[in-house]
């Protein structure tokens, strides 16, 4: 059975950072790509960061760029996403998921295969 679960969120104020992690399970393939995204009340789904399995690269919303940095240890079967001078907006509901076996690094949500429950994260002014 996969699984992913998020943790590490909370409630910081603006300049502040918080570090998620993402513990996943349950796939065998070695090829994945593992993607964190969010959602704020209101909005819509956004993806945020993603990182193959294959051979470490990266890719980086626009909204994110310079602030946030994703990592893995594939020891610990962990991603973690790195966010510093959090702001307001970033305030969402923060999700990882994984895409097996992807063709390429993307953050279109549709192509990612499962997902985790997610956790909070609330940025104060």
């Known amino acids: 059975e996969v699984q992913l679960v998020e943790s590490g969120g909370g409630l910081v104020q603006a300049g502040e950072s918080l570090r998620l992690s993402c513990a996943h399970s349950?796939?065998?393939?070695?090829?994945?790509?593992i993607g964190w995204f969010r959602q704020a009340p209101g909005k819509e789904r956004e993806g945020v960061s993603c990182i193959s399995s294959h051979d470490g690269s990266t890719y980086y919303a626009d909204s994110v760029k310079g602030r946030f940095t994703i990592s893995s240890d594939n020891a610990k079967n962990t991603v973690y996403l790195q966010m510093n001078s959090l702001k307001p907006e970033d305030t969402a509901v923060y999700y990882c998921?994984?895409?097996?076996?992807?063709?390429?690094?993307?953050?279109?949500?549709?192509?990612?295969?499962?997902w985790g429950q997610g956790t909070q994260v609330t940025v104060s002014s």
């Open positions: 349950g796939f065998t393939n070695d090829n994945y790509a």
């Open positions: 998921a994984v895409e097996i076996s992807p063709i390429g690094i993307g953050l279109a949500a549709a192509l990612y295969d499962y």
